[in-house]
């Protein structure tokens, strides 16, 4: 009965006690009348990350440039469904210029790798977004 109950307050601090999940921050990008584009101004830190909600259309391209104060920040591009990035710019650039292939809300992700993740940096950056 001991064990029963020692293990049923384990359990309940368990339930009380607050994950220590990293941040997901998502916010749904939309183009002031009669425009094409957009900057962000923003910043993220530690393992946080910035989620942007696009929608475009199938065959529109999509720009993205991201300007950074930290050389560690990076983002992905993600079609909706998608498991991996169409684009990952701590492989191929901060600038990506990308066809879409399907329509839908695409995901762009904003992050700091993990070498400055696990410092606690913190990376202030802008972030352009451009449909043709």
Known sequence: MRLFSTLALFLAVLAFHPASADEVRRETVRFDRGTSGTTINSSVRGYDTVQYVLG??????????????NASNYFNITAP??????????ID????????????NYLIDVYLMRNAARRGETATYSLTLYVE
Do not use: C, F, H, M
């Open 81 to 90: 469904g998608a498991s991996e990035a169409l684009y990952n710019s701590s």
């Open 93 to 104: 650039g901060n600038g990506a210029s990308v066809t879409i292939p399907s329509s839908g």
């Open 56 to 69: 475009v259309r199938s065959g529109q391209k999509l720009d993205v440039q991201l300007d950074t104060n």
